[in-house]
Every structure is written in structure tokens, then in C-alpha cells.
């Protein structure tokens, strides 16, 4: 199995605006892939603009705001590359796009490292942290995976929830909750 980095990524819209989602960068050797699922703006943006910056957030509500429409978070300007990071960051990654490889399902791009930079000392992640990743990463994968896997694999990070949630990480946690009940209220 590959290394996979769990980041937020800019890349830049036509209309010169930025989209900005949850992406996880696999690890090729000294590359890093970025693979959309389709359909996705960062697919055409990496085509016509072929930079991304990936951005390791300090707050999980930065990744649960992403999967469940709540967008608006602070960025500013990359260092070197014509590209926007979070604001609020451990630290990020200036990419370029050096091959692109189509798929119907997840075209690849691998993209060499033009700048990183750290902004802030990373610690390390509390178990509730970590839960509202595996569990925003889960709410996109809804269409994909069967009700019952679903509900198990939430039940099961509730527990980290539980007993090392903060605030920020309850708010994300039930953003996300909310996503899922909606969807499979939608298909009752």
C-alpha cells in the first residue's frame, strides 16, 4: 500500500478564484500524485495551471468543512508557486504537475515538490483528530460503500470521539454526521 499524506489542496479555477478540497498525495518515490476522483474542478485546473499547494491543517474542522460545504476558510498566498495555502497550517507543500496520466475513475498527476515550508510545530494528532478524518474521508465515499460498512466504521471512531474530542473536533464530528443521516434520508 502507498504512503498517503492527508492535505487540503488548492489548485486554480479558470475565472482565477481557487478551489480548495481535501485531497490525500500519494507518495511515489521523491513525487507526490495527486488522483481525483471524478468529476472534479482540480482535474481541468491541473490541466490548464499545472500547480497545486497542499496544506496540513491544524483544525480538523478545516477538512469536515470541506466534505460538507463549508468552504470559507482563510488562504494566503504561496511562496513560490502562483497558488494558495491555508492560513492556519502545520505547514505546506508548492507543487508542480511533471506528467499527467488520464483515467476514467481518477486521473493521476505527479508533481514534484517546488517549495515546503513549516509554520507551525506539529505535536501530533489525538485519536478524535484522527477520527474526523477517517470519518470525512468516509462521508465522500458514501455512493461507494454499503450502509451497514458505513455505520460500523462510525460507530467505531464515535469512541475516539467520545473520550478525546475537544470542541472543534465535536463541531466537525457532527457536521459530518449530519452529511451522512441526510444522505441515507435521502434514500428512504
Known amino acids: 500500500m502507498p504512503f498517503i499524506l492527508e492535505t487540503v489542496v488548492a489548485t486554480k479555477n479558470a475565472d ?3 478551489h ?6 500519494i507518495r511515489e ?6 488522483a481525483p476522483f471524478r468529476p472534479s474542478p482540480a482535474i481541468d485546473n491541473l ?3 499545472p500547480f497545486a499547494v497542499a496544506s496540513g491543517p491544524t483544525d480538523m474542522r478545516v477538512v469536515a468543512g470541506h466534505v460538507t460545504g463549508r468552504r470559507d476558510w482563510p ?3 504561496a511562496d513560490k508557486v502562483d497558488g494558495m495555502r491555508l492560513a492556519d ?7 508542480q504537475v511533471l506528467e499527467a496520466t488520464d483515467d476514467e475513475t481518477r486521473p493521476r498527476f505527479r508533481c514534484g515538490v517546488v517549495h515546503e515550508a513549516a509554520h507551525k510545530p506539529f505535536a501530533g494528532f489525538n485519536r478524535a483528530q484522527a477520527a ?5 474521508i468516509l462521508s465522500t465515499r458514501l455512493h461507494m460503500l454499503p450502509r451497514d460498512k458505513i455505520e460500523a466504521e462510525l460507530k467505531y471512531l464515535d469512541i475516539a470521539i467520545g473520550k478525546t474530542a475537544g470542541e472543534a473536533e ?3 464530528w457532527t457536521w459530518i454526521v449530519e452529511k451522512i443521516e441526510a444522505h441515507f434520508a435521502g434514500l428512504s
Open 16 to 18: 482565477d478564484t481557487w
Open 20 to 25: 480548495v478540497a481535501p485531497y490525500g498525495l
Open 29 to 34: 518515490a521523491e513525487l507526490w500524485v495527486l
Open 47 to 49: 490541466r490548464r495551471h
Open 75 to 77: 488562504m494566503v498566498q
Open 89 to 95: 497550517c502545520f505547514g505546506h507543500i508548492e507543487l
Open 132 to 136: 474526523v478524518l477517517e470519518a470525512a
Open 170 to 172: 465535536r463541531e466537525a
